[in-house]
């Protein structure tokens, strides 16, 4: 057997032809992107426009909105400020270690092709399904989140929980249904209207506290004095600042998940060597403006010891889901409250409804390789991977266990599964760059010729790949404080869920590590270079661009 174009022969490492990284058929599709809607005929719909906000708005979910009233309670306003800033710089890390890959192979197989490309077939056939978890588990997660939004006005429960529960979850099934272009331009305005809505909270939150609210009060830092920049979580003292800390990491380490989505959608990004780096750069502010800015204005107006906070084990019924009503609620803004938690529905719905169609999808590319049941690759005449979406709305059930818990409870539980799979592909992807590296360290290539270098590197990877090893071993550490056992199962159950994929792919198919001298840096790239070539011809062909047009361009 001659060798694949990932540089190593799959027949020598054991790998059948159904799952090896590359079969003749993936490798003409590579070669030639058309023939994929022949063969698979899953509809290529989506616009550059859309995919940019899809991305932007996807990463703005539950864990900033809602999930930072626990960080508030837990660590204060300075523990909450220095946990997203801090898991804000890694998780920066990682996105440029992943632009770092894609803009140099911008392949359509995400951060998954990446690890059996760079590292082991066995480590990309364990982070495919190890991604598939995530989005089957993350859901359902935002379907609970918007249980706890109507509860808000619902505070008498006269409306069974498992009413909206079943409402929601045939919303975002039907509205998948309908194809990739009603999808698309669906999630486009409302992925905008998160990022507008965010925008706008966080300069409600800051006129606030300057004093531009009803009773005309300069809050200022007021909350940093009294309860405190520091709040205490588990024991009294330093060591439960430190707890508090410890604890908004891993939150903030949930909130930051969906970032990686660049790594999906690359594949279809028009003139990937310009268009990868500038949206790292973006996610750069992104994180300082929304994850990071938001987080500070929060612990302006909302005090860490305010009763009506949402915190992830025991809110009561009806409690605010975000910081942000309980602000609007505090500065006795008529109507505010309520106006801000229907944006707050539209956020987690939408949330919920991208999820499932990335699960659905990430599902059908890893039946396309061979690594799933054939039947998921059956498609609609709208394109629709219907089988697949079929299955990851089955998950969408989960959420039935708010019936038999609080909204809060199990929401938590999701946290703590979503963490770890979302942790564990960060660790992937910064090891696959981190051998990605190291082989063209050994073949002899610079990294000067790379069309885009991530900063910070070599050490950046390493750093990332350790900070996030350890958040994630000791995520769960309140588990034991005192100890639960369902709190135990949900923060860790992940870890021998990758283990076995990855140990059993390895022993059933004898795959090995690549060695970086044998690592393909070759294959598919000449592809990409002669499409940036017709891009920039076809581009300087229209002509020098308007100023106007420059900055739609921008936008």
Request: aromatic residues 14%; charged residues 15%; glycine residues 10%.
């Amino acid at each position: 057997m001659s060798k694949t174009s990932f540089g190593y022969d799959s027949e020598k490492l054991g790998v059948p032809p159904a799952f090896a990284p590359v079969s003749s058929s993936t490798s003409r599709v590579e070669e030639d992107p058309t023939l994929l809607e022949a063969e698979e005929t899953l509809h290529r719909g989506l616009k550059a426009r859309q995919i940019s906000m899809i991305a932007l708005g996807g990463a703005v979910g539950t864990g900033l909105i809602i999930g930072s009233g626990t960080a508030l309670r837990r660590g204060g306003p300075l523990g909450m400020l220095l946990g997203y800033s801090f898991v804000g710089f890694v998780c920066y890390l990682v996105m440029c270690a992943l632009g770092e890959m894609s803009a140099y192979l911008p392949h359509k197989k995400g951060f998954s092709g990446y690890a059996s490309r760079f590292v082991d077939p066995a480590l990309g056939f364990a982070l495919g399904w190890n991604y598939l978890f995530k989005y089957l588990i993350v859901t359902p997660n935002n379907l609970s989140a918007a249980g706890i939004v109507i509860r808000y006005w619902d505070k008498q429960a006269k409306v069974h929980i498992a009413v909206w529960m079943t409402i929601f979850i045939v919303l975002v099934l039907l509205i998948n249904l309908l194809g990739i272009r009603f999808f698309g331009e669906l999630e486009f305005w409302m992925s905008g209207i998160k990022v507008l809505a965010l925008i706008g909270l966080i300069l409600f939150g800051l006129i606030s506290d300057l004093g531009g609210n009803p009773h005309h009060d300069r809050v200022g830092f007021r909350y940093w004095q009294n309860p405190g920049v520091f709040a205490y979580y588990l024991k009294e003292g330093a060591l439960g600042k430190f707890l508090g800390v410890w604890s908004v990491m891993t939150n903030a380490l949930f909130a930051y998940m969906g970032t990686e989505l660049i790594g999906v959608t690359v594949g279809e990004a028009e003139n990937p060597r310009k268009n990868i780096p500038r949206a790292i750069r973006r996610t750069f502010w992104r994180i300082l403006i929304f994850y990071v800015g938001g987080v500070f204005v929060i612990g302006l107006i909302v005090p860490s010891n305010d009763p009506d906070l949402f915190t992830a084990t025991k809110a009561k019924t009806g409690a605010a889901a975000s910081p942000f009503v309980v602000a609007a609620k505090k500065f006795a803004i008529k109507g505010l409250d309520h106006v801000i938690n229907g944006a707050i529905l539209l956020f987690v719905l939408s949330a919920a409804n991208s999820d499932l169609y990335i699960g659905s999808r990430t599902l059908y590319a890893i039946a396309a390789e061979g690594k799933a049941p054939a039947i998921f690759k059956r498609v609609n005449r709208m394109g629709v991977p219907y089988p697949a979406l079929i299955l990851c709305t089955a998950f969408c059930c989960l959420v039935y266990l708010n019936v038999a818990a609080s909204s809060a409870q199990v929401f938590n539980y999701f946290v703590s599964l979503v963490t770890f799979f979302g942790a564990t592909t960060w660790m992937c992807i910064v090891y696959s760059h981190i051998r990605f590296m190291k082989a063209l360290e050994v073949q002899g290539i610079p990294r000067s010729s790379l069309p885009y270098r991530a900063p910070f590197q070599p050490y950046g990877s390493y750093f990332a790949l350790v900070v996030t090893g350890i958040i994630t071993f000791f995520k769960g550490f309140d588990t034991f404080m005192p100890w639960n056992y369902k709190n135990f199962i949900t923060s860790y159950i992940g870890a021998p869920v990758f283990f076995v994929l990855w140990l059993g792919y390895k022993i059933v198919y004898r795959t090995k590590v690549i060695p970086p001298a044998e690592v393909d840096l070759i294959s598919g790239k000449r592809q990409i270079d002669e499409e940036e070539e017709a891009y920039l011809a076809k581009q300087e062909a229209k002509g020098p661009r308007t100023t106007l047009q420059k900055i739609w361009d921008s936008l």
